[in-house]
């Protein structure tokens, strides 16, 4: 059995992934994609296991759980960090929260520089990273927020 370690004081991070969707939107190229960048990889899970074990190597594991690593994490993180800000502030709209999250996230990582395409190495842009990457404590309390009505939609359309 090998047990794999969170390594701490990784540079630069955080990183766009390799496997990201990149912007701009294909339908509609004045709109800008993604919006914004989250935690999503190699983040573990539970589950309820299908089988009640597994087996590594010769040994065979028992247990009530299970957990698994996916790519697709990042919304989940998103979803919950737009409904503890809907708590916070129940008379916002969607597009408020959202306007929150992304006015106060950062494209910058650990060391200061702009955030890095994780396949080329390189500086990534908005077309790879939105408004960057989600900040939830200063989302909390961002101090300006746009919001946006039907009609500006009609308009938009």
Do not use: C
């Amino acid at each position: 059995m090998k047990f794999v370690l969170t390594r701490q004081g990784t540079e630069p991070a955080p990183q766009v992934a390799y496997f990201s969707a990149k912007g701009p939107n294909a339908i509609s190229p004045g709109v800008l994609k993604p919006d914004i960048l989250a935690l999503g990889v190699d983040v573990l899970a539970a589950v309820s296991p299908i089988i009640p074990y597994m087996q590594v190597e010769k040994y065979y594991l028992a247990s009530d759980y299970a957990l698994m690593s996916g790519t697709s994490m990042a919304t989940p993180h998103g979803a919950g960090v737009g409904v503890l800000l809907k708590a916070l502030h129940p008379e916002w709209s969607l597009v408020a929260i959202q306007s929150a999250i992304m006015t106060t996230a950062y494209a910058k990582d650990n060391i200061g520089t702009i955030l890095k395409d994780q396949r080329t190495g390189l500086s990534a842009t908005p077309l790879h990273f939105g408004a960057g990457y989600i900040n939830p404590n200063k989302a909390m309390d961002p101090g300006l927020i746009y919001d946006t009505s039907f009609q500006d939609y009609i308009e938009f359309l």
